[in-house]
């Protein structure tokens, strides 16, 4: 099935405040000529709302909406992620059609998902982003369908919010751009 192309080009934003500090990791993302979508860790999104309805700017027509639990997120990393969400969605996701900080809205299941390629662990990365009533669905999708394509051809592993702390692979980055050596 072919892709529905957003043209959605992602820009990482530090809101600061008055003593230049970092409120929050945004990433920005522009659907439409006046359709945005903010994106935070779950981690800080009451912060970043709070932060966005004290910065917007009363002279301007800007609505800011929190949609947080309309949508589930799911992140599929790794140098196979293309080649299982292509597997799954059967849609082409080669980096001319969907280069780094773009995203495509796909069929996966039941379920239409924008797919944002992003990463955060320092190789091939998706953002899912499901709307919240089909987020186990699409989630059973990729843990039964693809996670046992061709005999276990994806080796898929669970991680949380925490993972990239919780393990000591390599440094990483936080949400706060400090480097952390795990």
């Known amino acids: 099935m072919p892709c529905r192309h957003l043209q959605m080009e992602d820009h990482a934003l530090l809101p600061s405040n ?3 500090g970092i409120e929050g990791d945004v990433t920005v ?3 439409d000529e006046d359709d945005f979508l903010l994106v935070c860790p779950a981690t800080s999104q009451r912060r970043g709302y709070a932060w966005l309805q004290r910065n917007i700017d009363p002279d301007r027509r800007l609505v ?3 949609v947080t639990s309309a949508w589930a997120v799911i992140g599929l ?3 196979r992620s293309r080649t299982l ?3 799954v969605s059967g849609s082409d996701l080669g ?3 969907c280069p780094f900080g773009q995203s495509v809205e796909l069929e996966l299941g039941y379920a239409r998902v924008r797919a944002a390629r992003v990463t955060y662990v320092g190789e091939l990365g998706w953002e899912l982003y499901i709307p919240a009533e089909f ?3 699409v989630f059973d999708i990729l843990m039964i369908d693809a996670g046992f394509l061709e005999h276990g051809e994806f080796m898929i592993e669970i991680a949380g919010v925490r993972y990239p702390i919780d393990v000591s692979l390599k440094p990483f980055y936080d949400p706060g751009r400090r480097r952390v050596q795990s």
Request: no cysteine; aromatic share 0%.
């Open 64 to 66: 800011a909406t929190d």
């Open 135 to 137: 987020a186990s669905h």
């Open 85 to 87: 969400l292509q597997e």
């Open 95 to 97: 980096n001319s059609v």
């Open 18 to 20: 008055e003593r230049g």
């Open 29 to 31: 993302a522009r659907l």
């Open 77 to 79: 990393m790794g140098p």
